[in-house]
């Protein structure tokens, strides 16, 4: 069954440095999301893209945040310079319509 | 802002018992997908409804669309062992879009005692 993969499963990072999270969508998705789920808290809303572009993001996807899609298969956040309270479970997510799938996750501390 | 309050957020059964999980919003929303998640992984798609006062049904699971598209229900019957986890509701296409963001209940830790 096709399933939405996220490398790396744990990310260490320390504060100020860039990070690379990565997915691969399921194949003939058209929508493509991240979200991050602070430890105890809500899965929370980052951005949507499709059709190359950004659809939508939230008040959190500032200017530190980037998404691109840099080939037919990936699509990748970038965090320019990490910030402690960055350290959370992301993860990404995929649909053809209303059904969104979800990777495992990258978990990113920022030490 | 659009808000998913999510109840209970703790619930503690014996094994056989049955139980609802509610998922209430202020908002109308084109969607609610119910998810299940286990601790350190993603959340995993269990069902979508998408017409108000739409009912589905996968095994002991019941899942219920309110007519009005703002509020949803989960319905477990003869609860087990193996149902413990994080239950998720989540509603998407708020403010009249079809797809998009999906916002998140707080979720219900379920608890199902041998």
């Known amino acids: 069954e096709p399933e939405v993969t996220q490398t790396p499963s744990h990310q260490v990072t320390q504060m100020g440095q860039e990070v690379i999270l990565r997915c691969v969508p399921i194949?003939?998705?058209?929508?493509f999301y991240w979200y991050r789920q602070i430890l105890g808290q809500k899965v929370e809303f980052l951005v949507s893209?499709?059709?190359?572009?950004?659809?939508?993001k939230s008040e959190i996807f500032d200017d530190q945040f980037s998404v691109e899609r840099p080939d037919g298969s990936n699509f990748t956040l970038k965090i320019r310079s990490t910030k402690l309270e960055d350290s959370a479970m992301y993860f990404c997510?995929?649909?053809?319509?209303?059904?969104?799938?979800f990777g495992p996750g990258t978990r990113l501390t920022v030490t | 802002t659009q808000l998913l309050e999510q109840s209970p957020q703790f619930l503690s059964i014996q094994e056989g018992e049955n139980l609802t999980v509610y998922c209430n919003s202020s908002?109308?929303?084109?969607?609610l997908q119910w998810y299940r998640q286990e601790p350190g992984e993603g959340p995993v798609l269990l069902v979508t409804?998408?017409?108000?006062?739409e009912v589905k049904k996968l095994k002991r699971l019941t899942f219920q669309f309110g007519d009005a598209r703002k509020d949803s229900s989960l319905h477990i019957t003869a609860a087990q062992p193996g149902d413990t986890g994080l239950y998720l509701c989540?509603?998407?296409?708020?403010?009249?879009?079809?797809?998009?963001?999906?916002?998140f209940g707080q979720g219900t830790i379920l608890t199902v005692h041998p």
């Open positions: 997510a995929s649909s053809e319509g209303y059904e969104q799938y």
């Open positions: 194949s003939n998705h058209l929508y």
């Open positions: 893209f499709y059709n190359n572009e950004i659809s939508e």
């Open positions: 908002s109308v929303f084109s969607s």
């Open positions: 409804v998408v017409t108000g006062g």
């Open positions: 989540a509603g998407g296409g708020a403010g009249g879009t079809s797809y998009g963001k999906l916002t």
